[in-house]
T-cell receptor, first 112, second 114 residues
Framework: SQKIEQNSEALNIQEGKTATLTCNYTNYSPAYLQWYRQDPGRGPVFLLLIRENEKEKRKERLKVTFDTTLKQSLFHITASQPADSATYLC???????????FGPGTRLSVLP | NAGVTQTPKFQVLKTGQSMTLQCAQD?????MSWYRQDPGMGLRLIHY???????DQGEVPNGYNVSRSTTEDFPLRLLSAAPSQTSVYFCASSYSGTGSNEQFFGPGTRLTVL
């Protein structure tokens, strides 16, 4: 069965630094990879989507890479701020709508 | 637009009781789904629907029933609650269930089964 791992359960970084979160997967060949943000007590909110034939995607301070050979995605937040503190989830999807899978998430804390 | 709404926000049940978690969306999305979220395990898919009248099982369907009589509504029924069903439940919708579309989530229902 598919398995998704995210680098660590929690990650602490200093304000202003770049946060890098990792998503690794096995037994899956996703057509898409998505990243979501979840704040305590709330539902996940979509951030970015990257396709299997794309290497990198950017949106403001966010950057996502997707390496289908390594079966890995990296999610970067540059110039991090305390307001970026949240849990970040990666998710894999296909073209058929039957196999959308989430990773366990990484809780990011940006310290002032 | 209200997006995806869920009721109730909190619920406490006794073992063996049944209840229905409500979910509605006003975005005319064909795809709707239910997830449960437990510490360290991420979001696990319970049931999903690709349109009115069509439902299918996800990763963890046992103990839950769904129906989809309209595009807007997708209720989740717990038939006989068990302590193992203590969790946070999220409803989500998207244009389609493929990875090319973002999913919109509701605020969640925190369920405790005693």
């Amino acid at each position: 069965s598919q398995k998704i791992e995210q680098n660590s359960e929690a990650l602490n970084i200093q304000e202003g630094k770049t946060a890098t979160l990792t998503c690794n997967y096995t037994n899956y060949s996703p057509a898409y990879l998505q990243w979501y943000r979840q704040d305590p007590g709330r539902g996940p909110v979509f951030l970015l989507l990257i396709r299997e034939n794309e290497k990198e995607k950017r949106k403001e301070r966010l950057k996502v890479t997707f390496d289908t050979t390594l079966k890995q995605s990296l999610f970067h937040i540059t110039a991090s701020q305390p307001a970026d503190s949240a849990t970040y989830l990666c998710a894999l999807g296909d073209n058929y709508g039957q196999n959308f899978v989430f990773g366990p998430g990484t809780r990011l804390s940006v310290l002032p | 637009n209200a997006g995806v709404t869920q009721t109730p926000k909190f619920q406490v049940l006794k073992t063996g009781q049944s209840m229905t978690l409500q979910c509605a969306q006003d975005m005319n999305h064909e795809y709707m789904s239910w997830y449960r979220q437990d510490p360290g395990m991420g979001l696990r898919l319970i049931h999903y629907s690709v349109g009115a009248g069509i439902t299918d099982q996800g990763e963890v369907p046992n103990g839950y029933n769904v129906s989809r009589s309209t595009t807007e509504d997708f209720p989740l029924r717990l038939l006989s609650a068990a302590p193992s069903q203590t969790s946070v439940y999220f409803c989500a919708s998207s244009y389609s269930g493929t990875g090319s579309n973002e999913q919109f989530f509701g605020p969640g229902t925190r369920l405790t089964v005693l």
